[in-house]
């Protein structure tokens, strides 16, 4: 039998809701003002704003985010981009990151739980994720694309293009 190659059109995926967080804390970082504003957050990126108060929770709670409440309240990073890794989001607003039923704390009843390759594999591969995650920070996000702030509607003049 000839082995057949590896299709790699399916592509992990993170949820929604974490994808947004980064977004939240890229902008935020991003945001010379010392508080950002969920409407302009919201505007930014052409979502409403209920779905990123949604996100905010979990955000708040873990202290990435602060909120500041009142008429001239908003959102600020709790604490430097720069020490608010991927990995630190991913952690709070991903539900689970069993990769097979073996991964889940009531495990499964198959009798390889103790011994199987696979469980190993995938511990492996999920190890060599976070370490990914773990070594980029928002701070990292943002300084590799010089037109952030003009993108998110921050800045109202496009940086120059680089010097060829």
Known sequence: MEAQPVDRSDKMRLTRQTNYAVRILMYCAANDAPLSRIGDIAKAYSVSELFLFKILQPLTKSGLIQSVRGRNGGIRLGRAAGKISLLDVVKVTEDNFAMAECFENDASECPLID??????????????????????????????????????????????????
């Open 115 to 164: 011994s199987c390759a696979l469980n190993s594999a995938l511990r492996k591969a999920l190890g060599a994720f976070f370490d990914v995650l773990s070594s980029y920070s928002i701070e990292d996000l943002i300084t590799a694309r010089p037109s952030i702030n003009f993108l998110l509607g921050l800045d109202e003049h496009q940086p120059a293009a680089p010097a060829a």
